[in-house]
């Protein structure tokens, strides 16, 4: 719609009516400015979504990079940088209903509801602790009880919302997924969550909530110790080793990398191509419980010879069919100076993720004493 302000969710793959920076209201990640190639266009396949992606992260220099990195992965997101901690929110207050306004997380609030509604199913407990309603969204605000040493729930799966007399209040009924905006453990027993929905329902309507399952989800981190050789660009570091890009042979160089008691991954294949380091990682076992799960999958690269030093990295693909990692030998060498000698190279490599499993239920939430 013209002159409508929009921004992009690359986890979520949609518009939102929002600026650019600020956070989707569906799954709390950072929105971009519109691609080019979204409005009035067909939406673009994985494989050009992905080499998209890489052409705006990885400069000229590294562009042949990118192709090897295109021809071992299709489609995927591409991340950098660690896992950020969710905030507790306030404790649950007594059931009360009102229509106060204010300003919560995703904007100012035209009503909110206390409910503490509980239910019980799948070994856990869910309570529904309140809605609240602002100019184009909902949140649901959760309580789940139950929970296994360090699992959190990131996803609900079949979300209805229902008025008393069994019809949706949302236009398209059921949400099949949608993922949660975890808020860590308040005062409260249990892991406090929420939810917000990208449309605004009438919240005094509301008399019963059904969730047909949940995602739980565990941190898993898996450690790589790896060493790089390449004598040429070892001795002419610090002058412009740009022209090495170009080889077509490397003498001497080798990429040599081993897990550190991996669990749900392990090291398919190692590249050395144009200066950069490839690392292809598969799981072991289900994907969706190994750290190259896509859902909240970080990376982090660093030197081994200098304490606290960090590399530019990006990791990409398919959870199914694996994850490369990729770095810039020039940027290794460099960090590390003159400590490694000609001795090869070291560097560490951190993968995490959210290794998830689903729970399911259902959940029928509503008024205790009230009839479902």
């Known amino acids: 719609m013209a002159g409508r302000r929009q921004a992009w969710c ?4 949609e518009l939102r009516a929002a600026r650019p920076g600020t956070a989707c209201p569906v799954c709390g990640r950072g929105l971009l400015p519109v691609p080019p190639s979204l409005p009035g266009h067909d939406r673009p396949g994985l494989a050009d979504r992905a080499g998209e992606r890489l052409q705006a992260l990885l400069p000229a220099a590294r562009a042949a990079a990118a192709g090897l990195l295109l021809v071992v992965t299709v489609g995927g997101g591409f991340a950098a940088g660690r896992l950020t901690r969710a905030t507790p929110s306030a404790p649950a207050a007594p059931p009360t209903t009102s229509a106060e306004a204010g300003f919560g997380d995703s904007g100012p609030l035209l009503g909110r509801r206390q409910l503490n509604w509980p239910a019980a199913g799948g070994g856990l407990g869910v309570t529904l602790r309140s809605v609240a309603v602002g100019a184009g969204f909902t949140r649901l605000e959760l309580t789940v009880a139950g929970l296994g040493r360090g699992q959190r729930v990131v996803a609900l799966e079949g979300l209805r919302i229902l008025d008393a007399a069994g019809n949706d209040l949302l236009p398209g009924g059921e949400i099949d997924r949608i993922n949660t ?3 860590g453990r308040g005062l409260a027993p249990g892991q406090q969550t929420e939810v917000v929905l990208d449309q605004a329902i009438d919240h005094n309507a509301l008399a019963r909530v059904q969730v047909r399952g949940l995602t739980l989800a565990v941190e898993v981190d898996e450690q790589l110790l790896g060493s790089l050789a390449d004598p040429e660009l070892q001795r002419n570091f610090r002058e412009d080793p740009g022209s090495l890009d170009q080889r077509t042979r490397c003498q001497g160089c080798r ?5 550190v008691g991996c669990r749900t991954v392990r090291v398919a294949a190692t590249a050395y191509r144009h200066s950069q380091v490839l690392l292809l990682l ?15 999958r970080q990376l982090l690269v660093t030197p081994a010879e200098v304490a606290g030093g960090e590399l530019t990295a990006w990791v990409g693909g398919d959870s199914g069919g694996g994850v490369v990692v990729t770095f810039s030998g020039h940027e290794l060498i460099g960090v590390a100076g003159d400590a490694a000698g000609d001795r090869p190279v070291g560097f560490e490599v951190h993968l995490e993720a959210l290794a998830e499993r689903a729970v ?4 029928v939430i509503a008024e205790p004493g009230r009839a479902p």
């Open 181 to 183: 905006v975890g808020r």
């Open 10 to 13: 690359p986890r979520c793959d």
């Open 255 to 259: 990429v040599r990398v081993r897990c």
């Open 360 to 363: 399911r239920g259902p959940w």
């Open 282 to 296: 598969q799981p072991v076992g289900p994907p969706e419980r190994s750290a190259v799960n896509e859902t909240g």
